[in-house]
């Protein structure tokens, strides 16, 4: 049986994406969801044309996708028209931006048209399948992407929402390092081998300051992301939230490893620049033994090696997860730049204590 397809709607709007993601996209999908309609969705907030929502929506039969179309279309103009946007700012501000993030995300080209505001768009929706590993492994994240936009409409709408979603952005990307590397001295390796891809000489002072400032709670907050803190302090992390990303990202690293293994996850590792995998490649390493690696050089303990490729296509998917719900809380390129820092380094910390006082002067 062919699965029902997707839908794809673009909301454009100069205003408060998190006004229309908790007025009108959350109320939405619940109905869809509660009338049975509605199998998955995600959204994801994105520049391209001008800012806009995109929304995406699997119905539980293909015989329903047009009225769940019709009503998502009718929900989402009846906001914009309630809240119309600001006016707009200046063309050449766009640009300057539209530029910015299409060098970020490695893109030779983009639509530079500029779309009015407060319109939806439906586009046709395009499974990137080669940044996920292929149809199966796609499936499987669009999966942990419903969660992950449950989690973002559940966290925006909570009271002091800004701190409860950096908070959850730490513990995300902790989460997602736990569930790529559950040893943590072989992670604190290899994010030192790759320090210059997540800690760069430019800056460096002043992200530590605030690192050492925030040093004892985040120790805290990334330790208890690892299985064995959670089993020895199972009330360590009462917040539902950080429980359902982690349960959601583990599953997600299970259904993956098995893909690999039946091989049918094989995503580009050119598609996602990651901080962590630039500079240890795969090609130095011929074959597993037990614990012990051999190499061109001889035989070395796992943890003094790089990550093979099947830990690169691995963390090249989940790094893209927790990007994207950062992206979803509605977090700055810079501000998540910096939680990627502090993340990184408390894992360093925690994983090579020994080394702390030469690591972090």
Do not use: K
């Amino acid at each position: 049986m062919t699965p029902p397809p997707w839908l794809s709607l673009h909301a454009f709007h100069r205003g408060d994406h998190d006004r229309l993601l908790t007025g009108a996209v959350a109320p939405l999908v619940a109905s869809l969801r509660a009338t049975g309609v509605l199998d998955q969705f995600f959204f994801i907030r994105y520049w391209e044309g001008g800012p806009h929502l995109r929304l995406r929506l699997l119905p539980t039969r293909p015989d329903l996708a047009a009225d769940v179309a019709a009503c998502t279309r009718s929900t989402l103009e009846a906001h914009l028209a309630r809240f119309p946007s600001p006016p707009p700012g200046p063309a050449e501000r766009y640009a300057a931006l539209a530029e910015r993030y299409a060098r970020l995300e490695g893109r030779a080209d983009h639509d530079r048209r500029i779309r009015p505001p407060d319109v939806v768009e439906v586009q046709p929706y395009q499974p990137e399948y080669p940044v996920y590993g292929g149809r199966a492994a796609t499936r499987a994240v669009e999966r942990h992407f419903t969660d992950s936009s449950w989690l973002a409409l559940s966290t925006l709408a909570r009271p002091a929402a800004a701190d409860h979603r950096s908070r959850l952005a730490v513990l995300a990307l902790a989460s997602a390092l736990a569930a790529w590397q559950p040893d943590r001295h072989r992670l604190a390796h290899l994010l030192t081998r790759s320090r210059s891809h997540w800690d760069p000489a430019d800056g460096h002072r002043a992200r530590r300051e605030s690192y050492l400032r925030q040093r004892t709670a985040l120790r805290r907050l990334v330790s208890g992301c690892w299985p064995a803190a959670q089993s020895a302090r199972p009330g360590a992390d009462p917040d539902p939230f950080v429980a359902a990303w982690s349960a959601s990202i583990h599953r997600l690293r299970a259904e993956l490893t098995d893909l690999h293994r039946a091989g049918d996850f094989r995503p580009d590792l050119r598609s996602v620049p990651t901080r962590f995998t630039a500079d240890a490649g795969p090609s130095r390493f011929t074959a597993d033994v037990g614990p012990t690696r051999f190499t061109e050089a001889g035989p070395t303990r796992l943890a003094d090696v790089g990550p093979t490729r099947a830990e690169q296509a691995l963390l090249v998917v989940l790094l893209r997860c927790v990007h994207l719900l950062c992206n979803r809380l509605g977090l700055g390129v810079d501000q998540e730049t910096q939680l990627h820092y502090l993340v990184c380094a408390a894992c360093v910390d925690l994983g090579e204590p020994a080394r702390e006082q030469e690591d972090f002067r």
